[in-house]
T-cell receptor, first 110, second 110 residues
Framework: KQEVTQIPAALSVPEGENLVLNCSFT??????LQWFRQDPGKGLTSLLL?????REQTSGRLNASLDKSSGRSTLYIAASQPGDSATYLCAVGEDDKIIFGKGTRLHILP | SQTIHQWPATLVQPVGSPLSLECTVE??????LYWYRQAAGRGLQLLFY??????ISSEVPQNLSASRPQDRQFILSSKKLLLSDSGFYLCAWSKGVEQYFGPGTRLTVT
């Protein structure tokens, strides 16, 4: 059974710093991996989608990597801003469903 | 463009009362549809998914049920709510690998 783990559960960093969020999964037979952002009490916003054949995806200040063989993904956020404060969720895609991690609550200190 | 709607946005219901949450998608046809729940302090959990009208797959045993009476309509129901049903319910749709989420419904069972 696929399990997705995100470490740390919470993270506070000063504004302007670069940071890395980690995601690991137990079964490497995935179709894709997605990173989402969730603001308090709101739905999810897709940030980056990496297909199983890809190694990384970039969007603006965000870069996500995928290492299927080791069951790991990272989300790199460059030059963090207070508006980046949110919960970041990692999810792996299998067949017609996706399995989510519990998320990392990120707080950027002004 | 595609949009996904959920209502109500918030709901407070007493234990033992029935529940009906509705999700509709516009701008696409024959999407895969999903219901997720996010309970306090826990990750996002897939409850049901549907690949077509009348086709519902349940991921976890519970007192909830789902129905898909029309191609772009997905309904989450319960005959008698439990305190443990409180949480944030998200509907999502997909046509390919990416899932797109609705704004969510905050359910509080008292």
């Amino acid at each position: 059974k696929q399990e997705v783990t995100q470490i740390p559960a919470a993270l506070s960093v000063p504004e302007g710093e670069n940071l890395v969020l980690n995601c690991s999964f137990t079964d490497s037979a995935i179709y894709n991996l997605q990173w989402f952002r969730q603001d308090p009490g709101k739905g999810l916003t897709s940030l980056l989608l990496i297909q199983s054949s890809q190694r990384e995806q970039t969007s603006g200040r965000l870069n996500a990597s995928l290492d299927k063989s080791s069951g790991r993904s990272t989300l790199y956020i460059a030059a963090s801003q207070p508006g980046d404060s949110a919960t970041y969720l990692c999810a792996v895609g299998e067949d017609d469903k996706i399995i989510f991690g519990k998320g990392t609550r990120l707080h950027i200190l002004p | 463009s595609q949009t996904i709607h959920q209502w109500p946005a918030t709901l407070v219901q007493p234990v033992g009362s029935p529940l009906s949450l509705e999700c509709t998608v516009e701008g696409t046809s024959n999407p895969n549809l999903y219901w997720y729940r996010q309970a306090a302090g826990r990750g996002l959990q897939l409850l049901f998914y549907s690949v077509g009208i009348g086709q519902i797959s349940s991921e976890v045993p519970q007192n909830l049920s789902a129905s898909r009476p029309q191609d772009r309509q997905f309904i989450l129901s319960s005959k008698k709510l439990l305190l443990s049903d409180s949480g944030f319910y998200l509907c999502a749709w997909s046509k390919g690998v990416e899932q797109y989420f609705g704004p969510g419904t905050r359910l509080t069972v008292t």
